[in-house]
């Protein structure tokens, strides 16, 4: 292969390290490598931005289309993200921008994702320099700049910044990390200067904290980042009266929202763990396996290895028990010890590595915790993995202090993130494309289901449609929740390849597991159906097959119900049984009152049977439903209102 980027090691240790014999500032020195490790950085994600949309990138950026032809606004793209609690409207509006300046460009969407990581790695390089000089240690500039060039060059993030989607994370890192320098400069300065100072370091709860946690629902962790660095370095220290604001706004900026938080989650919701029942695994498995995971991270960010590097980790071992795997308690023991020694180390110089580690816990403590998410994604680390970096410069600089060659020690350490460079550029140039990721991925995680489920898309692709059918079957073997999923994938290979499905594979009946990957199956098979792209597939036994799993669930708690009554409406419909097809939209509205779709589905389905008064009726209904969070829904039910008007006229 060519040189793809091979030969862009950082070229900083002499840079910073021998600024005395060239009579350079270290500040100014390691400023001027901080530019070059930029330019690095570039350079080794430079063949990446060539990739495709992976994954959720489509379904999340599709309103960008819409809005790029005119169909939405703006503001429908900013606000309506059904991504988290919050929607992240942050992320979203950045997204729309990016969409307006450039078009649905991929190649934008990643290079402005690049330039937010070196964004982010700019806020490293001046935050560290600020705790490094706070904890008195010594050459804080040159640290600071092997911390943020280990940040920036470490391969596990390139899943992050070339991932487009993960723009979310990025930008509630890079406000995180703003909330953070401000706060630190604010309570340096309070002490001569308390109004600025106070200004500051307020600005970290009002302005950093909202924006982070509007870009993705874990930066709303900030708030306890503060107050680690708090307790670390400043230890409520000052005059009085800026030590009484300091205490007041981590009660109002952290006790208060966090006691809000936990009421309206585990009082006020209906069953906040319940997504559970979507999950192979238990709140109890995921408690004991997340250690392990954490324990993962740390061995990739320090000791990076393709074998644990990807996408696809839905083949980790989930732990079900102290000693099953045997790594549980081990794991779980380490943690423990980690935070007990940073409880014992908080008055003494060691608090300094302890408060990396903790770092690395505290930003962890949403996606790694008690919440139902999936559990284990490699962009999960783009915050923490500033901390487990902290704490190693701290680490070494504290035994540089027993040496006599600390120089050339220091210089020899930065080809730590010269190796990174070299394999993050690498990494960059197998993610041009979506069969080099797959692919790359089969070789380290050949049990993984989902793997094998996209293993079977691009055998779809090339047509072969036995070798599809084999991974689907693979990936129901390997995750039998995946069986309702690789049954609907394997009808939507049929159709895109216009064949018909054989007997043996129409025969299999499916029992119905509600699972993401259930519902996108679900959603591109009856798109294909309901637009006259795929006349191969029995639209009577799939309906029917649909109703059945509706009964199945009926009972159940399960979140994917709406889409099951608003699929079979539409194949029912194309069917010509309106009637049946309205009562599914009826229900599925029921469900989900907020959300417009099966509503506005139906009064067109009525419209169209000529029954202009019961249409007249559900348009006010949907009026006093419509909250105008979606301008083309309330346009929509407009332009009905309008036609309504027309035929009743006529």
């Known amino acids: 292969m060519p040189d793809r980027a091979v030969n862009i090691a950082p070229a900083l240790p002499g840079l910073c390290i021998s600024v005395d014999r060239v009579n350079l500032p270290e500040k100014v020195a390691c400023g001027l490598g901080l530019y070059i490790l930029l330019a690095i950085t570039i350079a080794s994600y430079w063949p990446g931005l060539q990739g495709p949309l992976l994954l959720d990138d489509e379904a999340n950026l599709k309103p960008l289309r819409a809005l790029i032809s005119g169909e939405t606004t703006w503001w429908d793209v900013v606000l309506n993200n059904h991504s988290g609690i919050f929607h992240r409207p942050i992320a979203m509006a950045s997204f729309a921008l990016n969409a307006l300046a450039s078009g649905f460009d991929v190649w934008s969407f990643k290079y402005t994702n690049l330039l937010i990581h070196c964004l982010c790695g700019t806020l490293i390089f001046w935050l560290s320099s600020r705790l490094l000089r706070r904890a008195d240690i010594e050459r804080y500039w040159t640290l600071a700049l092997l911390i943020t060039a280990l940040w920036l060059l470490s391969p596990l993030l390139v899943s992050t910044v070339l991932y487009v989607v993960q723009r979310m994370a990025q ?63 400043f230890r409520f220290e000052g005059p009085d009266r800026i030590k009484k604001i300091v205490k007041l706004s981590f009660v109002l900026g952290l006790v208060v929202p966090y006691l809000l938080a936990f009421l309206w989650l585990f009082v006020l919701q209906d069953h906040p763990l319940s997504g559970y029942e979507s999950r192979s695994f238990s709140l109890e498995d995921r408690l004991l396996t997340e250690p392990r995971i954490l324990l993962s991270y740390l061995s990739s960010l320090l000791l990076p290895n393709g ?49 990396g580690l903790l770092f690395f816990l505290v930003a962890h403590a949403l996606e790694s915790s008690i919440f139902p998410l999936e559990l284990y994604f490699e962009h999960r680390n783009y915050l923490p993995a500033f901390g487990i970096f902290f704490a190693l410069g701290v680490s070494i600089a504290r035994l540089l202090q027993h040496t006599s060659k600390g120089h050339q020690i220091l210089a020899a350490l930065f080809l730590i993130p010269a190796l990174f460079g070299a394999a993050t550029a690498q990494r960059a140039y197998a993610w041009q494309g979506w069969e080099t990721i797959v692919l790359t991925n089969e070789r380290y995680h050949p049990n993984s289901a989902r793997l094998a489920t996209e293993l079977a898309s691009i055998e779809i692709n090339r047509g072969n449609l036995s070798g599809a059918q084999q991974y689907l079957r693979k990936s129901v073997r390997l995750n039998p929740r995946n069986e309702t999923g690789a049954y609907l994938h394997g009808l939507v290979g049929y159709c895109l390849r216009r064949s018909v499905p054989a007997d043996r594979f129409l025969a299999q009946h499916p029992g119905y597991f509600p699972t993401p990957y259930t519902v996108t199956a679900l959603n591109m098979l009856t798109d294909l159906i309901t637009t006259g792209q795929c006349t191969t597939i029995d639209e009577a036994r799939l309906t029917t097959l649909i109703g059945q799993w509706l009964k199945d669930s009926e009972q159940k708690r399960e979140p994917y119900r709406w889409d099951l009554h608003l699929n079979r409406a539409r194949l029912l419909y194309k069917q010509r049984e309106r009637d049946e097809a309205v009562a599914e939209l009826k229900d599925a509205l029921a469900l989900a009152p907020n959300r417009l779709e099966p509503g506005l589905l139906m009064i067109r389905y009525i419209i169209e049977t000529g029954d202009i008064n019961t249409a007249r009726t559900w348009i006010a209904r949907l009026r006093t439903l419509d909250t105008g969070s979606r301008e083309d829904h ?15 006229g006529a």
């Open 171 to 233: 930008l509630a890192t890079l406000f995180s990390l703003a909330g953070l320098l401000v706060y630190t400069i604010g309570r340096e300065i309070s002490q001569t200067q308390p109004v600025r100072g106070s200004l500051l370091f307020l600005s970290a709860f009002l302005l950093f904290t909202p924006l982070a946690a509007l870009s993705k629902e874990n930066g709303a962790l900030l708030p306890a980042l503060l107050l680690l660095t708090e307790w670390v370095f």
């Open 307 to 355: 074998a644990y590097l990807g996408l696809f980790h839905d083949d980790y071992p989930v732990s079900t028990g102290l000693l099953r795997p045997w790594t549980t308690l081990p794991a779980i023991l380490l943690w423990t010890g980690a935070v007990t020694f940073a409880y014992l180390a908080r008055r003494r110089s060691a608090r300094y590595v302890s408060y």
């Open 634 to 648: 309330t346009r929509i039910l407009e332009s009905y209102s309008q036609l309504i008007h027309i035929l009743g």
